[in-house]
Structure formats: structure tokens, C-alpha cells
């Protein structure tokens, strides 16, 4: 049995992502603005079906190693964005993680709020040691959001992402579980 899971902060509901959301999704992930810095996008409305098919996929995959949670307003119900964790070590207990946000919702305190949910979710509930994100050096906001969740930088790593034809720096940010 697969148990859908929300995590809930103050203004957000992080929840599983449906079929239904497609058209959510591929308003975000269709705008040049907000795939800008990413390794993919803006998608056809055949990549969000792809992706939202991958996303299902790995919900039910036992065990689960990657959560994609929707980012949605409490107040209005809307989706405004996607916070993604991955295992990417079960022996060493690492993971990943990342986030979108509709360009609209950009300096709210959303993407803040997700990262720092999706974070302690890798520590307490999944047992992470390590988890680590990274952003184009460019990004400035990005670069903020894992600040202020506690990550450090711990390097950059020279065009290391070829994104539509031209090579991209990375930085790496960090954060160890809090009892480590």
C-alpha cells in the first residue's frame, strides 16, 4: 500500500504530486524565466507528461528513494512550484535536493520554506547524514535560499552542466544532520 505523505509548514502544503497537476506544472516548467538556471526546460507539454509519469513512478517504488512534493499555498490551494529529495547514497546516507518556483511567487519566502521542510524531512525521517544541492553560480536567490537553511558552500565546480549548448559552473552547498 502506498501512503501519500504532506508535510505542512506555516504557509505551505507539501504534498504528493497527480496527474491532475499537469497543467500547474507545465505552467512553470514550461517559462523560460524559471528554467533558466536548470539542466532542463522549458518543457514541451510532452516533458511535464514525462515528468509527472516519473515522479508517480518513483512514489510507488519500494523502497522509496526520491520524493517530488508539489509546493502549495495553504490559503489559496494553488500550486506554485515543486521541492524534490533524492537518496543518492543509501549506504552512506546522502542525498540531494532541489526546488522550482513559478516565477510569480519568486521573493516570497516560499522556496525557503519548502527547502527547509524537504531538509529536515531527509534528516528525521529518511535518516540522511548528508544533504547537498547545488545552483548556478549566477543564481544568486538560489545561492540565499541554501544559506538560509544552514547549507554551506563547499565548491564550485567548473561547466560541469552543458545546458541548451553552452557550459555551466555549478556551486555545491551542504548540510549534515543536526546530531552528526
Not at 544552514?150 to 543536526?178: K, N, S, V, Y
Request: proline residues 3%.
Amino acid at each position: 500500500m502506498i501512503v501519500a505523505m504532506e508535510l505542512v509548514t506555516s504557509r505551505l502544503l507539501l504534498r504528493e504530486l497527480t496527474s491532475p497537476d499537469r497543467d500547474a506544472v507545465h505552467g512553470y516548467a514550461s517559462d523560460t524565466d524559471v528554467t533558466r538556471f536548470m539542466d532542463w526546460g522549458p518543457n514541451s507539454a510532452a516533458d511535464t507528461a514525462a515528468f509527472l509519469a516519473d515522479v508517480l513512478r518513483e512514489a510507488a517504488a519500494v523502497p522509496r528513494l526520491a520524493y517530488t512534493l508539489a509546493i502549495v499555498v495553504r490559503a489559496s490551494g494553488e500550486l506554485v512550484g515543486a521541492v524534490h529529495l533524492a537518496v543518492t547514497s543509501g549506504a552512506h546516507r546522502r542525498g540531494e535536493m532541489g526546488y522550482v518556483l513559478a516565477a510569480a511567487e519568486w521573493g516570497k519566502g516560499y522556496a525557503t520554506e519548502a527547502a527547509a521542510a524537504i531538509l529536515r524531512f531527509g534528516f528525521d525521517e529518511v535518516g540522511l547524514h548528508k544533504v547537498v544541492a547545488t545552483c548556478d553560480p549566477d543564481n544568486v536567490a538560489s545561492a540565499r535560499v541554501l544559506r538560509k537553511i544552514g547549507m554551506r558552500r563547499e565548491g564550485h565546480l567548473r561547466d560541469h552542466l552543458l545546458i541548451r549548448g553552452q557550459w555551466r559552473d555549478r556551486l555545491t552547498f551542504a548540510a549534515l544532520a543536526p546530531h552528526a
